[in-house]
């Protein structure tokens, strides 16, 4: 068959000669941001000084496919058709870059005489010069976002590839690992879908016909922390709700200890959380395990902005925010981030999103992250002790707290104040059992009919999931009066009572509850 298809080839390369033009279009991709824009690779054969040219703003290592190209095709019995082609990649106004078009290239090059215009398939692959398909990081946030924007539905990809392409539904591939079998997949598409259900190696519940995935996994546990009950506490209902969660008290009392384990006791993840995760690995580079455990970042206080947001001279890069996507960003030693990095936190942490200009390109990358920070509660770290003495002057504590704005901590849901190490302290609850709680609450959110996070509910719909009971509307009013809370502070109270009634299993939010998010409110 692959002899055939060589001499076929062959064969068309010389009788297009006879013919005065001829004009063949595939479908590829390419990354804008963390977006896929559909690229249309267009092929054009024309008598003339024989030639080889791609247009339509194409980077250097596109530019370089041509070399690749040729090389693949004569290294595999292939002739080159001794014409101009010129080879167009539309839309002309976007820059393309990427390896991953070789394959489209050399596709159109080959069947130069077979009329080919496919608009129900995708072509991606890098060629290697002996006509071998290779893959690319790019690959999988760009199918994935072609699937979220429901532009594919078939798409022809390296074999290599297919271990971790095969996570996205709804999406036929046919795996090639030469140059003869694309064409042959090309001409004669497999029609088989390779579509399968994955339980990623964890434990599967399932909820009004939607499955979520998590992993009883406890590789840092809470049982580890003797003491700190309240803050414990106040962990659980931060993973129950994703509640930014602020933490302040004397170096050493356990406050990176808790933020390194919230990761374990988050909710449940759906597939398409798993999935975007996994994207975000790949744009940075990494190859994801696939497993439903939320990403923790740590990012040091001496980072840079463009670290932390994302960016570059060139093309913006994602950054430790969006890395922290449908996860935990954590800032320990919190007042000595830049005081503007600080500040530009504040939009990723409402809109769920960052946002990068360049004088090249603006992109945006999702950013649905929980907020978690530590801090000490003045230079020295002793202020809080009660058994050691604090060195600071009151100027310097000033200028220490002065460095965190009021709009910047009233994002913060869960306040907390850590309490000394006491040598009678014990170990308290674990994990796993703290997980429980957590599953649990998620379970009854969601026959509650409430599919997002408490920390993530939109202010437009806070009457629609959060009901008061009279009695807590009442003390909630009157500490509205009491301490002038703010509308956000407000909000955030609300949010952080109706987790504590997931966690009760309560429809509504009683007194108890509101008592407790009151408890947790930040004091000026």
């Known amino acids: 068959m692959e002899k055939e298809t060589k001499e076929k080839v ?68 292939f002739k080159f058709p001794p014409l101009k082609i010129t080879i167009n990649l539309s839309p002309s106004d976007l820059k393309k870059s990427g390896t991953h078009l070789d394959l489209s290239i050399a596709l159109l090059i080959a069947l130069s005489e077979e009329s080919i215009i496919k608009d129900d398939i995708f072509v991606f692959g890098e060629l290697g010069l002996d006509g071998k398909i290779k893959s690319s990081s790019f690959l999988f946030p760009i199918i994935l976002s072609l699937k979220e924007q429901g532009k594919i539905s078939k798409a022809i990809v390296p074999k290599d590839a297919i271990e971790f392409l095969e996570h996205i539904p709804d999406v036929e591939f046919i795996p090639v690992e030469k140059l003869s079998e694309a064409i042959e997949a090309l001409m004669n598409p497999n029609q088989k879908n390779s ?118 001279s060139g093309v913006a890069k994602i950054g430790e925010v969006a890395l922290a996507h449908c996860g935990i960003l954590f800032f320990d030693e919190l007042p000595h981030f830049n005081k503007n990095i600080l500040e530009a936190l504040r939009e990723p942490m409402q809109d769920r999103r960052v946002n990068i200009a360049r004088v090249n390109s603006k992109i945006s990358y999702d950013a649905d992250f929980m907020f978690v920070a530590a801090m000490n509660p003045c230079p020295c770290g002793n202020m809080l002790s009660k058994k050691r003495v604090c060195r600071c002057t009151e100027a310097e504590i000033k200028r220490y707290r002065n460095r965190l704005s009021d709009p910047f901590l009233d994002r913060m849901d869960i306040f907390v104040v850590m309490q000394d190490v006491k040598v009678e302290d014990k170990k308290g609850e674990d994990s796993a059992s703290m997980h429980k709680k957590v599953i649990d609450a998620f379970i009854f959110r969601h026959n509650r009919g409430q599919n997002i996070p408490n920390g993530k509910i939109k202010e437009s719909d806070i009457d629609k999931f959060i009901t008061l009971s009279n009695e807590a509307q009442n003390i909630l009013d009157n500490a509205i009066e009491k301490f002038a809370l703010s509308h956000r502070s407000i909000v955030s109270i609300k949010k952080v009572a109706r987790t504590i009634a997931d966690l009760d299993s309560s429809q509504n939010i009683q007194k108890k509850h509101i008592l407790e998010a009151l408890s947790y409110r930040r004091r000026k």
């Open 195 to 312: 579509a399968r259900i994955y339980d990623y190696d964890s434990t599967v519940i399932e909820i009004n016909g939607k499955r979520y995935h998590y992993k009883q996994e406890y590789l840092e546990d809470f049982a580890d922390i003797k003491g700190q009950e309240v803050a414990k506490r106040a962990a659980l209902i931060s993973a129950a709700g994703m509640h930014n969660f602020f933490m302040e008290g004397s170096p050493g009392c356990g406050k990176s200890m808790i933020a390194k384990r919230l990761v374990y006791i988050l909710p449940p993840m759906s597939e398409k959380e798993i999935l975007s995760v996994a994207k975000h690995k790949f744009l940075d580079a990494q190859k994801p395990n696939f497993k439903p455990i939320r990403p923790f970042r740590s990012p040091h206080h001496t980072a840079t902005t463009a670290s932390i947001f994302g960016g570059g």
């Open 10 to 77: 062959n064969q068309n390369i010389f009788d297009i000669q006879a013919e005065s033009n001829t004009l063949n279009r595939l479908l590829c991709a390419v990354l804008e941001g963390a977006e896929a824009r559909v690229v249309e690779v267009e092929a054009s054969f024309t008598k003339g000084l024989p030639g080889f040219s791609v247009v339509g703003l194409a980077s250097s290592d596109i530019q370089e496919s041509k070399e690749r190209v040729k090389s693949a095709l004569l290294n595999n019995g």
